[in-house]
């Protein structure tokens, strides 16, 4: 079991930075992928990057890359996600998730969910 606590949401102006944490309790966390993933109102779940359980492995979907880059911490049993150039369509409730085996796109992969993060983004 994995619990997990999304931080560091809130709002910023157009073209700023937040960086997302999300703490993970439990001895096995270093033994998870994780992921992000955000939902913005009425549209489904959306994945945004993934890293192996080592982090050597990361994987972002085009809409964020070069712009937000994932991280952990396996010491502290800490993901990251380091958002820059934020835009107003990056509004929504952000999530982070510790995977099972699959697709590392697909929600239904992830075993473990947060309780998200709101990050709204004002132009």
């Known amino acids: 079991q994995v619990q997990l606590v999304e931080s560091g949401g809130g709002l910023v102006q157009a073209g700023g930075s937040l960086r997302l944490s999300c703490a993970g309790s439990?001895?096995?966390?270093?033994?998870?992928?994780m992921a992000w993933f955000r939902q913005a109102p009425g549209k489904d779940r959306q994945f945004l990057a993934t890293?192996?359980?080592?982090?050597?492995?990361?994987y972002y979907v085009d809409s964020v890359k070069g712009r937000f880059t994932i991280s952990r911490d396996n010491a502290k049993n800490t993901v990251y996600l380091q958002m820059n150039s934020l835009k107003p369509e990056d509004t929504a409730v952000y999530y982070c998730?510790?995977?099972?085996?699959?697709?590392?796109?697909?929600?239904?992969?992830?075993?473990?969910w947060g309780q998200g993060t709101q990050v709204t983004v004002s132009s």
């Open positions: 998730a510790a995977g099972g085996d699959g697709s590392y796109t697909n929600p239904r992969t992830y075993d473990f």
């Open positions: 439990g001895r096995t966390f270093s033994n998870y992928a």
């Open positions: 890293i192996s359980e080592s982090g050597a492995f990361k």
